[in-house]
């Protein structure tokens, strides 16, 4: 990398707690859950609720279920992003590539503040979100437009049908299931979004779906072989169906004994893929007499990062 590199890519997570505690969880939960484009209630209303119930009781549950997969360096979404980072960095040797996340640190501010320091005046702003939804894309992009003030922004509001990206989610399925054997069913595991968001305009399940069809289209698949479904629904009102746990036991009474699943909406393994999916869901699709097989994230891998690294020097519009 140049000792003073005039153009930069700032990779976007959402974020984590710093370590598998409840004081933690609650710190990043508060911040997260505090977000009017997480939780549109007025604050007068959702604060109390938040800090006085939610919170308090979410800390210790949540931190136990961090605590299940959390690595010896710290947060999965965190060491995935910091890998992923470094890949990228290596594909673009005359940029400086960082990363950051929209809730907890790194911080974006600080990330902005290092590169007004390091005399970068173009950054590529890349939310690890493929598919755009005003509670995730839009959120990263708010507090872009708060700290970002003297650099010249390019940002990447969806990659959800980005050739590269499709390639990259297809070849790792494929040679996944080169290694493994093939499941007699594939299911695509997306977080989920209340539904009113989605009544509101919010594009983010034609999203999903058009990521979905096109990655089915790549592996040959026909329409029997694969399912698309939401997961992390969260509180009492309608979210996005149809339900990934109510899809498996769908599943299981047409007697599929072995389903493989996938999560291309994240960018990066984190508690949602590794604790509720590869863990929970398998746990709850074993007492029905079937194997639910986890194919991971992207992450790291090199096809990743050229899809990344190529994205971002479109957006920027040079091959450099």
Same mark, same amino acid.
């Given at each position: 990398?140049?000792?003073? /590199?005039?153009?930069? !890519?700032?990779?976007?997570?959402? +974020?984590?707690?710093?370590?598998?505690?409840?004081?933690?969880?609650?710190?990043?939960?508060?911040?997260? !859950?505090?977000?009017?484009?997480? =939780?549109?209630?007025?604050?007068?209303?959702?604060?109390?609720?938040?800090?006085?119930?939610?919170? /308090? !009781?979410?800390?210790?549950?949540?931190?136990?279920?961090?605590?299940? =997969?959390? !690595?010896?360096?710290?947060? /999965?979404?965190?060491?995935h992003t910091q890998?992923?980072?470094?890949?990228?960095q290596a594909r673009?040797?005359?940029?400086?590539?960082?990363?950051?996340?929209?809730?907890?640190?790194?911080?974006?501010?600080?990330?902005?503040?290092?590169?007004?320091?390091? +005399?970068?005046?173009?950054v590529v702003v890349?939310?690890?979100?493929?598919?755009?939804?005003?509670?995730?894309?839009?959120?990263?992009?708010?507090?872009?437009?708060?700290?970002?003030? #003297?650099?010249?922004?390019?940002?990447?509001?969806?990659?959800?049908?980005?050739?590269?990206?499709?390639?990259?989610?297809?070849?790792?399925?494929?040679?996944?299931?080169?290694?493994?054997?093939?499941?007699?069913?594939?299911?695509?595991?997306?977080?989920?979004?209340?539904?009113?968001?989605?009544?509101?305009?919010?594009?983010?399940?034609?999203?999903?779906?058009?990521?979905?069809?096109?990655?089915?289209?790549?592996?040959?698949?026909?329409?029997?072989?694969?399912?698309?479904?939401?997961?992390?629904?969260?509180?009492?009102?309608?979210?996005?169906?149809?339900?990934?746990?109510?899809?498996?036991?769908?599943?299981?009474?047409? #007697?599929?004994?072995?389903?493989?699943?996938?999560? /291309?909406?994240?960018? =990066?393994?984190?508690?949602?893929?590794?604790?509720?999916?590869?863990?929970?869901?398998?746990?709850?699709?074993?007492?029905?007499?079937?194997?639910?097989?986890?194919?991971?994230?992207?992450?790291?891998?090199?096809?990743?990062?050229?899809?990344?690294?190529?994205?971002?020097?479109?957006?920027? +519009?040079?091959?450099?």
């Amino acid at each position: 990398m140049p000792d003073t /590199p005039e153009t930069a !890519l700032l990779l976007v997570n959402l +974020g984590t707690p710093s370590e598998p505690t409840p004081k933690a969880v609650r710190r990043y939960l508060g911040e997260f !859950l505090g977000d009017p484009r997480v =939780v549109p209630i007025p604050r007068l209303l959702w604060w109390p609720l938040l800090h006085g119930l939610i919170l /308090p !009781l979410r800390g210790s549950r949540s931190a136990e279920k961090y605590a299940q =997969v959390w !690595l010896p360096e710290g947060s /999965p979404l965190a060491v995935h992003t910091q890998r992923l980072a470094a890949a990228v960095q290596a594909r673009l040797p005359q940029w400086r590539v960082a990363h950051a996340m929209r809730y907890g640190e790194p911080a974006l501010a600080d990330a902005f503040a290092r590169m007004r320091d390091e +005399g970068v005046r173009d950054v590529v702003v890349l939310p690890l979100y493929p598919q755009y939804s005003t509670t995730t894309t839009a959120s990263v992009a708010d507090r872009v437009r708060e700290q970002a003030d #003297g650099l010249r922004l390019h940002f990447v509001d969806d990659y959800s049908a980005d050739a590269g990206w499709i390639a990259a989610v297809a070849a790792s399925i494929r040679d996944w299931r080169a290694r493994h054997g093939a499941g007699e069913h594939l299911l695509f595991s997306f977080h989920g979004l209340p539904q009113r968001v989605a009544d509101a305009g919010d594009p983010y399940p034609r999203r999903c779906e058009a990521s979905v069809a096109a990655i089915a289209a790549a592996l040959g698949l026909a329409a029997g072989d694969w399912t698309l479904s939401y997961q992390s629904r969260f509180g009492r009102e309608a979210w996005l169906e149809p339900a990934t746990d109510a899809t498996l036991r769908k599943l299981a009474a047409r #007697g599929a004994r072995r389903v493989d699943v996938v999560c /291309p909406g994240f960018a =990066v393994d984190c508690l949602e893929t590794l604790e509720e999916v590869a863990l929970g869901y398998a746990r709850g699709f074993a007492r029905l007499g079937g194997e639910l097989r986890y194919i991971p994230c992207l992450n790291a891998d090199a096809a990743h990062a050229d899809a990344l690294a190529a994205l971002a020097r479109r957006v920027r +519009g040079d091959g450099a």
